[in-house]
């Protein structure tokens, strides 16, 4: 089991940045890849950016790739994403995740490749 809880959510105004935090704690070890998805209202959760925890590429959404940075400090479990340069469209509820099963792991970037969940925390951004 892996406990995921996400923190550093808020309102900003569009070019401003904000920086999510998600402290991991259990059988941290089984995670195959981790990740940061959103969801804003009406549509479907997607991912933002993620990788393979065997030190292997990092991935980011075409639509934050160069203003978001992914970031693990494996020393203090935690699984940061800075955002910069935010606009309206990344108004969401920002979910950290981890997967265990490297079957589903083959894409860090759709929903399906995670089974565990912290429990959100929202940004808005204003224009």
């Known amino acids: 089991q892996v406990q995921l809880v996400e923190s550093g959510g808020g309102s900003v105004q569009a070019g401003g940045s904000l920086r999510l935090s998600c402290r991991a704690s259990?059988?941290?070890?089984?995670?195959?890849?981790m990740g940061w998805l959103r969801q804003a209202p009406g549509k479907e959760r997607e991912g933002v950016a993620g990788?393979?925890?065997?030190?292997?590429?990092?991935f980011y959404a075409d639509s934050v790739n160069g203003r978001f940075t992914i970031s693990r400090d494996n020393a203090k479990n935690t699984l940061d994403l800075q955002m910069n340069s935010l606009e309206p469209e990344d108004t969401a509820a920002y979910y950290c995740?981890?997967?265990?099963?490297?079957?589903?792991?083959?894409?860090?970037?759709?929903?399906?490749?995670?089974?565990?969940w912290g429990q959100g925390t929202q940004v808005n951004v204003s224009s």
């Open positions: 995740a981890a997967g265990s099963y490297q079957f589903n792991c083959v894409n860090v970037l759709t929903p399906k490749g995670y089974n565990y």
């Open positions: 259990g059988y941290t070890a089984g995670s195959y890849c």
């Open positions: 990788f393979y925890t065997d030190g292997g590429s990092t």
